[in-house]
């Protein structure tokens, strides 16, 4: 018996649209509206009640737009449709949106000034694919005192990139690592 109770609690559920910035027909509380026509034409201040029935002779749906406006202000559209045009625009925007990614690359202060030209070419690299690249000197025991030579490091990494990179953040010290971070030149 209790769990035939359930069921039909569970089955008179009403499903709220996706989309919960928007009210919809029913769910529209407010007792007078302003109402936009399906052809953008201004049909006036109505009822709620009236205003869902001009919906309903369309097939079209009543949607509250302006909440804040006095009276509030809905539109007779295809809910379905508006839903389907908005996410397919926000997907449009997704593919669009370039993310940026920080590559980082660590260096030591024993380095080899070979082993500086091998790391600045896939520095070169990632800033010619847009990414940004954070440069690393670590510094090991009593290395960290001496930290102008990190700078003298950083300094001979950057030189070999000088004609593509733009500096986002300065050489900083910050703990045992010594870091900066280079952006792409914008053309």
């Known amino acids: 018996m209790i769990m035939h109770v359930s069921f039909l609690l569970s089955s008179e559920v009403k499903i709220i649209s996706k989309n919960s910035k928007f009210l919809i027909n029913e769910e529209i509380r407010e007792k007078k509206v302003r109402v936009i026509g399906n052809d ?16 309903e002779e369309q097939d079209l749906d009543l ?3 302006s909440p804040g406006a006095d009276p509030p202000v809905c539109r007779i559209m295809n809910f379905g449709k508006f839903i389907y045009e908005q996410n397919k625009k926000e997907k449009e925007n997704k593919k669009n949106q370039k993310v940026v990614v920080i ?10 000034e070979h082993d500086i030209s091998i790391k600045a070419n896939n520095a070169r690299k990632f800033l010619l694919d847009g990414d940004k690249v954070k440069v690393t000197v670590r510094f ?12 003298k490091i950083l300094d001979n990494f950057v030189s070999k990139l000088d004609d593509i990179y733009v500096i986002e953040k300065r050489a900083k ?9 280079l952006a792409p030149k914008r053309a």
């Open 103 to 112: 590559k980082e690359i660590r260096l030591s202060t024993t380095i080899e």
């Open 63 to 65: 949607v509250l737009i």
């Open 173 to 181: 010290l910050e703990g045992r690592n010594m870091t900066m971070v």
């Open 40 to 55: 953008n034409s201004q049909l006036g201040i109505i009822s709620t009640r009236e205003a869902i029935e001009m919906a």
């Open 140 to 151: 090991r025991g009593r290395e960290a005192d001496y930290a102008f030579k990190g700078n």
